[in-house]
T-cell receptor
Framework: DTAVSQTPKYLVTQMGNDKSIKCEQN?????MYWYKQDSKKFLKIMFS???????INETVPNRFSPKSPDKAHLNLHINSLELGDSAVYFC????????????FGDGTRLSIL | GENVEQHPSTLSVQEGDSAVIKCTYS??????FPWYKQELGKRPQLIID?????GEKKDQRIAVTLNKTAKHFSLHITETQPEDSAVYFC??????????????FGQGTILTVHP
């Protein structure tokens, strides 16, 4: 009964490949987020969706494309993976975007060979 | 945009001592300040949060204080225990508007509590 679940937990792949990470929440939230945590543990927002609509799009290469089929799911597709994409990617969700607590998934550790 | 600075980057205390982590923010419109604890290999977990209409909030051994004038907020952990060892992150966000509750995180503090 994990509240925010991400798959896969680990992803090891070669440079140039395309990969996807999936996220689902069962909290009834309407806002979902993708964060990137680099090797120095710095957490930075990438995207946010509210009711399937993109509302935050930080300065992220357009190789990264989020998709929200419904408000309980937010997936992240990455094209032409580069070494610098190696990081832990966290999905999170909240109820609305007006300063409600954000709940994080367990993360996906992406390693590019 | 918002910038959040967090200090210290590492903090080592003896079990039973208090620990204080401080953050400053740049955007005076920020009005929500959560703190997250992240254990090694785990997800960030919300431990306490404060909104700008409150100056202090307590939850058992954890307290957060907010000084809006100086634009800084602090996390206080009393009677520390080894299981408090983790990375702690502060964050700030602005409700609504074009920021849509976007969280800007500090750089993190590695807290080590020695038995």
């Amino acid at each position: 009964d994990t509240a925010v679940s991400q798959t896969p937990k680990y992803l090891v792949t070669q440079m140039g490949n395309d990969k996807s990470i999936k996220c689902e929440q069962n909290l009834g939230h309407d806002t979902m987020y993708w964060y990137k945590q680099d090797s120095k543990k710095f957490l930075k927002i990438m995207f946010s969706y509210n009711n399937k609509e993109l509302i935050i799009n930080e300065t992220v290469p357009n190789r990264f494309s989020p998709k929200s089929p419904d408000k309980a799911h937010l997936n992240l597709h990455i094209n032409s993976l580069e070494l610098g994409d190696s990081a832990v990617y966290f999905c999170a969700s909240s109820l609305g975007n007006s300063n409600q607590p954000q709940h994080f998934g367990d993360g996906t550790r992406l390693s590019i060979l | 945009g918002e910038n959040v600075e967090q200090h210290p980057s590492t903090l080592s205390v003896q079990e039973g001592d208090s620990a204080v982590i401080k953050c400053t923010y740049s955007d005076s419109a920020s009005n929500y300040f959560p703190w997250y604890k992240q254990e090694l290999g785990k997800r960030p977990q919300l431990i306490i949060d404060i909104r700008s209409n409150v100056g202090e909030k307590k939850d058992q051994r954890i307290a957060v204080t907010l000084n809006k004038t100086a634009k800084h907020f602090s996390l206080h952990i009393t009677e520390t225990q080894p299981e408090d060892s983790a990375v702690y992150f502060c964050a700030a966000s602005i409700a609504g508007g074009t920021s849509y509750g976007k969280l800007t995180f500090g750089q993190g503090t590695i807290l080590t509590v020695h038995p």
